[in-house]
Nanobody, 124 residues
Framework: QVQLVESGGGLVQAGGSLRLSCTVSGRTFTNYVMGWFRQAPGKEREFVAAISRSGGSTYYVDSVKGRFTISRDNAKNTVSLQMNSLKPEDTAVYFC?????????????????WGQGTQVTVSS
């Protein structure tokens, strides 16, 4: 079984920054591609970013390109999401997820394991 634990959420003013981290345990971390998703109240879970096993390839939803950066440290079994220039519309619960393939990387059902989520609130 794979366990994912997110941290780093909080309340920030518009224009500010936050860094989310997700620590993975239970299996070989480099077996998995990693993704970040978010879900705002009353909305479906939305893809934010994904990263390949080596970290050499990254993918983003258009709305966060140039503001968010996904990275991973395979020695520490962690994946991070650096979020800059935050906007009120970025407010959501953010989830990290682990999957076995980058095929359809933006589709939640392609991921096998999920963290419990961390709240990010951006005030205007």
């Amino acid at each position: 079984q794979v366990q994912l634990v997110e941290s780093g959420g909080g309340l920030v003013q518009a224009g500010g920054s936050l860094r989310l981290s997700c620590t993975v345990s239970g299996r070989t971390f480099t077996n998995y591609v990693m993704g970040w998703f978010r879900q705002a109240p009353g909305k479906e879970r939305e893809f934010v970013a994904a990263i390949s096993r080596s970290g050499g390839s990254t993918y983003y939803v258009d709305s966060v390109k140039g503001r968010f950066t996904i990275s991973r440290d395979n020695a520490k079994n962690t994946v991070s999401l650096q979020m800059n220039s935050l906007k009120p519309e970025d407010t959501a619960v953010y989830f990290c997820a682990a999957g076995s393939s980058l095929l359809q990387y933006s589709t939640p059902r392609r991921y096998d394991y999920w963290g419990q989520g961390t709240q990010v609130t951006v005030s205007s």
